[in-house]
């Protein structure tokens, strides 16, 4: 082949390369940042934490249930049921997409998906088992509102709870409100984070976060955070066989 | 009266832990932790049941089990049930205890051991464990190939406590990040015979072995397993083998599977109106799946398929033999077909093809609290099915209310059709 015509066709090939690139709408890598911000101003990389998971129903009664849970990078959470006693001793482990329920009698953990509720209530495991969002979702855009910004989050594949996400953030990358929608745009849920708390080691993050959905209307869950410290743990106490032992770990 | 001490104490539990559960807005106490020292943990839950047996009088089993006592359409029993869970733990030992007392109608008090057994950490990711254990290998929801440490799960009822296994158990668990694979498990199962009353030793030729391998791979949980038993059984050969799978494959969906491998396991059939055995070999396996729909209904479903069950025709054969049985009037004749029943078909499973498929809906109508299931088991071989009903209501803390049925569907000599009773069962069960 000539070498004039082969240079001609890798100029209109390297063309085409350049204009499907340029029609995929960039996201800027500080809009990546933006998100790893939130997440650190929200946890730490590796804790332990305290937390009270209240569901109130239509006709007022409310369920509540104290968790002791331990995170390690972005990837890795396990949880333990603290109270009431009908669920003390139930553990949860995620692995990335991966998560399981182990229920003393039961005797093996069992697999369970992000959409199911280990508690029944408005929060599914997803948002009760939270993962860093940069783990679990891309910005594709971001808006400036007042002070603060408005992220627009797509999730990286089909086994995350919601197809996208709408979320706020403060001018200091303090989360207040996240929107989820499913793939065919339809709100989900909402999650309103509150009353912003100094949880000592330079973590001040709000305390509550409530949530509401026009699906399960009447119902409210809120979340609260009592207490949050650094720690680190081994990666063995993320696998199955060290469920049933997370209790070992609260000092 | 002892009836209604045992009510009584039922009760008490109930109040005490209804005034517990109190509302906290804002601030919440956080539990003391348990291990911070070694520290003995108490847990359990007393339950009160009521089952009430519709008897089936035209069943052969009913006709068996009843000959020469005073019958009568309805039956009914009442056991109190204590559940006592003791957990004494240290960083690298624990101790663990599970127990399970009975108060029957008659007065009399039962007592079974569930779990008894002791556990050290070393090495890191070692733990050698000793004493009776209950496994749950497989991933199957009401139906296991690779159960082969496991008590038979009974679809009917697959929350039932069975007693656990005495095994010496090592495990090694790791946390890999190696490409695709994200956590391993290797498991090693000693496990001696059980041995007749008054016999205490064996030769240890008699141990069964029995491997697991686990890991995180693709984010699917994987399992490989190999078990030896020196004997044939009717569950398991003499050598098995077999993996089981489990993965989610979108935000609402899981699916999973099961495939075993048995050489030279038992097989019970009637021929010429008398149990004979063979020895065979086949596959046991199992593929099912667990869905949460937008309708906030979960939808489990599994197919079984076990090559050591009977055929539709050796089926025909058992139930022909119990109604011979029963229709002989002779007590010979039925207290042979009794221990027949009792010896080599007692298992929750007889045949070789089940469906499976269980729907449950939380708060349907509104109605808080309220979780009602509705589940079928469909025999393949013969068309027999037994539907299940469960209404289960949490008004309160620490309770839960159960009311439930199983009504067994199916022709004279068919699988569920011979069943002798229609059982309804409502269990007031309180947690401390």
């Known amino acids: ?251 | 009266m002892k009836r209604i001490y045992g009510y009584l104490l039922v009760g008490v539990v109930a109040l005490a832990v209804h005034g517990t559960a109190r509302a906290q807005d804002s601030t919440f106490e956080i539990p003391p932790p348990d291990t911070s020292s070694p520290s003995l943990e108490l847990n359990g839950s007393v339950s009160a049941n009521y089952t009430a047996l519709f008897n089936r009088t035209d069943s052969p089993l009913y006709q068996l089990s009843s000959f020469g006592k005073d019958t009568a359409p309805v039956t009914a029993t009442y056991p109190v049930d204590l559940y006592l869970n003791g957990d004494y733990q240290n960083p690298n030992a624990g101790a663990h205890l599970k127990t399970l007392s009975e108060y029957a109608n008659d007065g009399s008090v039962s007592f079974s051991l569930i779990e008894a057994y002791g556990s050290f950490s070393f090495l890191d990711a070692s733990v050698v464990s000793v004493g009776k254990r209950i496994y749950s290998w497989g991933k199957g929801y009401a139906f296991n190939a690779v159960a082969y440490v496991n008590a038979i799960k009974n679809p009917e009822d697959v929350d039932a406590l069975s007693p656990g296994l005495l095994a010496l158990d090592l495990a090694y668990t790791k946390s890999i990040q190696a490409g695709p694979l994200d956590n391993g498990a290797l498991e090693l199962l000693l496990i001696p015979p059980t041995l007749p009353s008054g016999i205490t030793a064996t030769d240890i030729t008699d141990t069964a072995y029995a491997l697991r391998l686990y890991l995180l791979l693709w984010n699917t949980d994987i399992d490989l397993m190999g078990y030896y038993h020196p004997t044939s059984t009717q569950n398991f050969g003499v050598w098995n083998g077999g993996f089981d799978f489990s993965r989610n494959i979108v935000a609402s969906l899981e699916i999973h599977g099961e495939l075993s491998y048995f050489y030279d396991r038992t097989k019970y059939t009637i021929t010429g109106g008398s149990p004979t055995s063979e020895s065979i070999n086949g596959l046991t396996y199992l593929a099912g799946l667990r869905w949460l729909n937008s309708w906030n209904m979960t939808v489990i479903g599994e197919y079984f398929h076990d090559d050591g069950g009977l055929a539709t025709d050796e089926f025909s054969s058992y139930g022909t033999y119990l109604r011979n049985a029963a229709d002989s009037n002779l007590q010979s004749a039925i207290s042979s077909a009794l221990k027949t029943k009792t010896t080599y078909f007692s298992a929750p499973r007889l045949q070789k093809d089940y469906g499976y498929l269980k729907i449950s809906s939380p708060e349907p109508f509104g109605i808080v609290d309220l979780t009602p299931s509705v589940f079928t088991i469909y025999n393949f071989n013969d068309q027999s099915d037994a539907i299940g009903l469960s209404l289960q209501y949490n008004p309160f803390t620490n309770f839960t209310g159960t009311v439930s049925s199983t009504i067994p569907i199916g022709g004279s000599n068919t699988e569920y059709g011979i069943r002798p009773s229609v059982p309804l069962k409502v269990t007031a069960q309180f947690f401390f």
């Open chain 1, 1 to 251: 082949m000539n070498k004039s015509l082969l240079g001609s066709k890798i100029l209109r090939l390297s063309l085409i390369l350049w204009s499907f690139i340029m029609a995929v709408p960039m996201v800027r890598a500080d809009d990546n940042d933006i998100l790893k911000r939130i997440d650190r101003n929200l946890m730490p990389e590796s804790y332990e934490s305290y937390r009270q998971i209240i569901d109130v129903y239509p006709d007022g009664k409310k369920k509540e249930f104290t968790v002791y849970t331990v995170k390690k990078g972005t990837d890795k959470t396990a949880m333990l049921f603290l109270a009431p006693a009908s669920e003390k001793g139930r553990t949860t482990l995620r692995l990335g997409e991966n998560m399981w329920l182990l229920i003393p009698n039961v005797a093996k953990p069992v697999r369970i998906t992000s959409l199911q509720s280990i508690t029944g209530g408005v929060f599914n495991n997803s948002d009760i088992m939270q993962l860093e969002y940069s783990s679990e979702y891309n910005v594709q855009g971001v808006e400036k509102d007042g002070s603060g910004v408005i992220l627009t989050l797509q999730a990286k594949d089909q086994t995350v709870a919601y197809d996208h996400l709408k979320m706020w953030a403060t001018g200091g990358d303090i989360i207040t409100k996240i929107e989820c929608y499913s793939a065919s745009n339809m709100l989900i849920k909402t999650l309103e984070f509150k009353n912003i708390k100094d949880f000592g080691n330079g973590l001040i993050r709000p305390s509550v976060i409530e949530t509401y959905s026009p699906l399960y209307k009447g119902y409210k869950s809120s979340m609260i955070l009592g207490q949050i410290t650094p720690r680190t743990f081994k990666d063995d106490v993320f696998t199955l066989n060290f469920m049933g032992q997370i209790g070992s770990l609260r000092k």
